[in-house]
């Protein structure tokens, strides 16, 4: 069972990203405006690991999905 604590910083480290607030929040700034038709995974500025991660999140209905929901809407 994973314990592990699925939230925005441990999401943005498991995608291998600077998890910290302000770098959070300016990743956040840098990509925001995301169009409703790509599925975040699709966007543009992940690597092809990353998008894996992500997709496979969703797809599997994973721990990390909600957070991944969060990260969506907040890029939207």
């Known amino acids: 069972m994973d314990l592990s604590h ?6 943005f480290a498991q995608l291998g990203l600077d998890n910290q607030p302000d770098s ?3 990743f956040i700034e840098q ?3 995301l169009a409703s038709e790509i599925r975040i995974e699709e966007a543009s500025f ?3 690991s990353q998008a894996s991660f992500l997709q496979e ?3 599997d ?7 991944v ?4 809407s907040m890029l939207r």
Not at 61 to 67: A, K
Not at 69 to 72: A, H, N, R, S
């Open 24 to 26: 959070i929040n300016q």
């Open 69 to 72: 929901d969060v990260l969506d």
């Open 46 to 48: 992940w690597t092809a």
């Open 61 to 67: 209905d994973s721990d990390w999905c909600d957070v």
């Open 57 to 59: 999140s969703l797809n």
């Open 6 to 11: 699925h939230n925005l910083q441990n999401l």
């Open 31 to 33: 990509h925001r405006g």
